[in-house]
Structure formats: structure tokens, C-alpha cells
């Protein structure tokens, strides 16, 4: 990939800096740059920066409800870092994720601003990378968002210095950050693994922690891809089967290997939804059924020669505070 070094002290506009994610970029590039942050927030009580004493970060209380009156700052911006997004009420979701987040981009001066690094979704996309129509006919309400404001970006003037990106499964958080939803969860999923460790599927997907993305933003940041280049980046490890994933989390927890593991079919999964009455979305649906959430290059910090954090199930397990024996099993 052809890369174009910036150099020079940045202004940077960042959106969804209390979330997991947006922690996690606002301090590595506070930690691993010279750059000037001016992070929109809603509530600042939320930010929980180790950093945040830094004469470099700018907190502006509102949020992309009242995008325009952050006009005039806009047009002063070198890079935008968008990772606010809404979900729950329909209205909502629509007017932050696609109405506001284009008007912000619109904002932005065309000959200023270097890049705008905006944070998509892989659930929109197949696995040649390209948008999956289920996204919008049978998606949530925050996947279609998602889908209709990336279908947007092509009538933006500043569309060929827009770089997006596309989480897969995120995780990270701990008592100093955010938790993502998969790691919020993740103690009682772990209270199950005695169990689960007896059934096998077919399915394959990526994750990726937190503190990786952050990473990757930061290198981006100073390295915007070519024009020439893709910008669209999927974020995440190299795709794993869902049974091995069972098969890593046992091993670190010490489990010992189930001398029978018993095939979820489709057509079981779907008797037993029937029998028991289960109350699906048409997404979830779609989801039991299309199994291989799996991507062509995913991206992480080794693709720019960058340590990771989480590489693999154990260390994933280990950044996500989790630990255990037979028998007693932890999360901190």
C-alpha cells in the first residue's frame, strides 16, 4: 500500500471520544503524537482519559445535533476522526449516523482538511468486501444507517480523502475505559464455556481489541493511503472457525477436551426456534444462516509493520482480564 507521510503537528476533530473506541484513539494519539485534539462530547463526565491533563486536548460539550455550530472550527480541521454513531430510536439512529455525520463532513474545508477517517461497520459488507444488500432489507436499524451513509459518501467533494473504516467484532475496555458490548458480556459468556465446549458449529469470523484500532487510526492518521489505494479498510485478525475459537478459550482456561462434541445443524437451530417459540429478527435470521462472517485483507498493526496487542484467543483473553481454571472460572 502507498502511503503519504504527514509530518507536521495536525488539527484533529474527533466524534464518539467517550466510547470504548474513541478512548482508546484519543490516548494513543495523545501518547504517540504532536497532534492537537478537539473532541466532541456530550456528556464530558463520560471521559475517563489517563491522558486528559494534556494542554493538548479541547473538549467541546454538544454533539453532531448541533454539528453546524462548530462551523467555523471545522473549516480550521486537518483530520476528522468520526466514531459516534447512534442506535435504539429509528429517528435517532438516522439523523446521527447518516443526516448529521454527512453535514459534519460537508463542513469540513476541501483544501484543509487531509483526511476524514470514518468508522463504518463490517456488518454492511459480503466476503468480497463489497456491500451486502441484506444489510439494508433485513439489517437493524443502526446496520442500515450504516449501509445507506456509506452508499452517501461518493456524492462528498471530499470523498477521495475519506479513509473507512470497518470494525468487525470489537472488544476492550477495563476499569479505566469503557467496556465494547462483546466485553461487557464476555464474563457470562465465559460462565458457559463448561457447556458450550460440547457443541461444535459451523461458522468463521474477526475480531479485533480496541487498543489495535487505535493503533491502525493513529498510523493512519499520519500515513493516509493513497488516493490511488483502496481507503476502505476492514479492522480485524485473520478470520478463525468458531470451533477453534471454543477449542483456544478452553485451552486457556485449563479445561479439559469434551470426549464428545455434538453438531449444531442449521435445521436443528431452526426446530429448536420453532419449539421453543424464540422471537428472531430478521437479521438475526440472516445471521444464523449466512455463518461466515469472514472478509478479504482484513487490516491490523502488523499490516504496517505495527506490534498488536491481541493476536490471538490467548492474548485477547488475557487483555480482556480473564482467567481461570476447571472449575472457576473469573473475569476482572
Not at 197 to 214: E, K, L, N, T
Not at 288 to 300: D, G, K, M
Amino acid at each position: 500500500m502507498v502511503v503519504i507521510e504527514i509530518m507536521k503537528s495536525q488539527r484533529i476533530f474527533i466524534t464518539g471520544a467517550s466510547g470504548c473506541i474513541g478512548h482508546y484513539v484519543v490516548e494513543s494519539l495523545v501518547n504517540a503524537t504532536p497532534h492537537e485534539l478537539f473532541l466532541l462530547v456530550r456528556n464530558p463526565d463520560k471521559l475517563q482519559l489517563a491522558c486528559g491533563e494534556s494542554d493538548r486536548l479541547h473538549i467541546l460539550q454538544g454533539d453532531l445535533h448541533q454539528i453546524h455550530q462548530f462551523k467555523d472550527l471545522l473549516g480550521t480541521i486537518d483530520t476528522a476522526i468520526l466514531t459516534a454513531a447512534a442506535w435504539g430510536d429509528p429517528t435517532e439512529t438516522f439523523d446521527i449516523n447518516v443526516t448529521k455525520t454527512i453535514e459534519l463532513m460537508r463542513l469540513l474545508d476541501m483544501d484543509r482538511c487531509q483526511q476524514v477517517i470514518y468508522f463504518s461497520t463490517a456488518s454492511i459488507l459480503d466476503r468480497q468486501n463489497q456491500p451486502l444488500p441484506q444489510a439494508m432489507t433485513l439489517g437493524t436499524d443502526y446496520i442500515r444507517t450504516k449501509y445507506v451513509c456509506h452508499q452517501q459518501l461518493r456524492s462528498l467533494k471530499l470523498f477521495p480523502k475519506i479513509t473507512t473504516v470497518f470494525p468487525t467484532l470489537v472488544f476492550g475496555g477495563d476499569g479505566q475505559k469503557p467496556y465494547s458490548h462483546l466485553s461487557g458480556g464476555l464474563g457470562d459468556v465465559m460462565k458457559w464455556m463448561p457447556l458450550i465446549r460440547f457443541f461444535r458449529a459451523d461458522g468463521s469470523f474477526h475480531y479485533v481489541h480496541a487498543q489495535d484500532i487505535a493503533t491502525v487510526v493513529t498510523h493512519l492518521v499520519d500515513h493516509p493511503p493513497d488516493p490511488r489505494d483502496s481507503r476502505e479498510l476492514v479492522l480485524g485478525n485473520d478470520a478463525i472457525a468458531v470451533n477453534q475459537a471454543i477449542r483456544d478459550i478452553c485451552q486457556y482456561l485449563q479445561m479439559a477436551k469434551p470426549w464428545v462434541q455434538i453438531p449444531v445443524f442449521l435445521q436443528l437451530a431452526n426446530i429448536f426456534i420453532v419449539l421453543f417459540r424464540i422471537q428472531m429478527a430478521d437479521w438475526d435470521r440472516f445471521c444464523l444462516n449466512y455463518r461466515h462472517f469472514s472478509y478479504q485483507n482484513p487490516v491490523n498493526p502488523r499490516t504496517f509493520g505495527r506490534s498488536p496487542l491481541c493476536s490471538n484467543i490467548t492474548e485477547l483473553m488475557q487483555a480482556s482480564g480473564v482467567k481461570g481454571k476447571v472449575g472457576k472460572i473469573e473475569t476482572q
